[in-house]
């Protein structure tokens, strides 16, 4: 089956460095994404990784090793803002998007 | 100007009726998706559409049935609605879904229908 693991709950600090790990296990792989979805809000794209490494975006930062079937999302200097679920998507053998259930993350002061 | 949108955004009904969500995109994307998110917030995809091939996920029971006017519009009808599809339920699109450039399989999301079964 396929299957798409991510921690339920982070907590970090304001000003603070956090990474949100996911793992894989798909039939096929066309990409990674990372969504962030703040409370009642839709989700919104952060990110897409192909091939392996490190794409840097602002505060943002997405990793893949497509050998470990395993990404990482790093967020620097957090803010409030930053509290909300990220949700981690593969693109499938059939161009399927397969989602995990999300890491909601809770920034305190 | 909003590039996914739907109607309504609060939709409160009885057990037993039938009701329909619209979605409308004005990105010129060719695919267009339905997702239902439970109260767990999990996502689970209900059907991807283009103007080649409907998607259905098997899991989806056929009360659900996705109607698509044109290119630009996705609408959802449920029909004899009960408790547990009480969800709020988001359209996407995406530009290419056909396997040529999987990058542009971003989805972008609508800002989601909150439904409500009493």
Known sequence: GQNIDQPTEMTATEGAIVQINCTYQTSGFNGLFWYQQHAGEAPTFLSYNVLDGLEEKGRFSSFLSRSKGYSYLLLKELQMKDSASYLCAVLDSNYQLIWGAGTKLIIKP | ?118
């Open chain 2, 1 to 118: 100007d909003t590039a996914v949108s739907q109607t309504p955004k609060y939709l409160v009904t009885q057990m037993g009726n039938d009701k329909s969500i619209k979605c409308e995109q004005n990105l010129g994307h060719d695919t267009m998706y339905w997702y239902k998110q439970d109260s767990k917030k999990f996502l689970k995809i209900m059907f991807s559409y283009n103007n080649k091939e409907l998607i259905i996920n098997e899991t989806v029971p056929n009360r659900f049935s996705p109607k698509s006017p044109d290119k630009a519009h996705l609408n959802l009808h449920i029909n004899s609605l009960e408790l547990g599809d009480s969800a709020v339920y988001f359209c996407a699109s995406s530009q290419d879904n056909n396997g040529l450039a999987a990058s542009t399989d971003t989805q972008y999301f609508g800002p989601g229908t909150r439904l409500t079964v009493l």
